[in-house]
């Protein structure tokens, strides 16, 4: 088990994710990632294996504008550490990006219906289990209504279908979760993994633990 971080607020999030990490480094791990998500709904992944300073010369913070992002340093438990592997993770046609700190025991048994129906699995982790799961139960909940909900509704929406998801997990986790069509929100749940949130003015941090807060 090991890092994550997130932030949702009015400051450029790559650089603050890049720092987070760095300050979960003493925790160990093979590899890790961020995931960024832009107001015009473009989402920027970018992960390597190895240290963050590897990391770091892929993601080109001054080129980044997004303000909601996550950010993760694996452990390797289901998967060998590749970049394949690492976190984040991206659900359907990618309308959800995740990261998960933990173990999701009954992923084979939830990701065969999920194949059935024609969700390409990209990775050997059992994290990517849940972001399918999460971009399936949302597509259907979108199916059944014409007008997309924004604000308060699409909240509702998103943590109804989270609580769903999860509710299927058997297993540890800490959750950081994003959606392409709603750039604003930031979304955590965990179950026997720690996360810890920062509460500021117009803006929320959320990690694994302290060190990327204080
Ligand atoms: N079980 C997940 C994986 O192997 C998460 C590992 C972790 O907590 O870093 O990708």
């Known amino acids: 088990m090991c890092g994550i971080v997130g932030y949702v607020g009015r400051k450029q ?41 590897a990391l770091a010369e892929k993601l080109d913070p001054a080129s980044c504008d997004a303000r909601t992002g996550i950010g993760h340093t694996r452990w390797a438990t289901h998967g060998r550490p590749s970049e394949a592997n690492a ?13 998960h700190n933990g173990v999701v025991e009954n992923f084979r048994e939830l990701a065969a219906p999920l194949q059935a129906k024609g969700y390409v699995f990209r990775s050997e982790t ?3 289990v849940v972001a399918h799961l999460i971009a399936d139960l949302l597509a259907k909940r979108l199916e059944a209504i014409d007008v997309r909900p924004e604000g308060s509704e699409a909240v509702d929406l998103l943590l109804d279908v989270i609580r769903s998801a999860v509710a299927q997990l058997r297993g540890t986790y800490g959750l950081l979760m994003i959606f392409r069509d709603w750039p604003e929100y930031l979304f955590a749940a965990r179950l026997g993994s720690p996360l810890v949130i920062g509460i500021g003015l117009d803006e929320h941090y959320v990690a694994s633990d302290a060190s990327p807060l204080a």
């Open 126 to 128: 059992d994290t990517e």
């Open 87 to 99: 976190h984040p993770h991206a659900g359907g046609d990618g309308s959800v990006i995740l990261v």
């Open 13 to 53: 999030a790559c650089g603050i994710l890049l720092e987070g990490l760095r300050r979960l480094e003493y925790r160990g791990y093979d590899s890790s990632g961020t995931a960024v998500v832009g107001r015009d709904g473009s989402i920027r992944t970018t992960r390597a294996v190895g240290r963050i300073a």
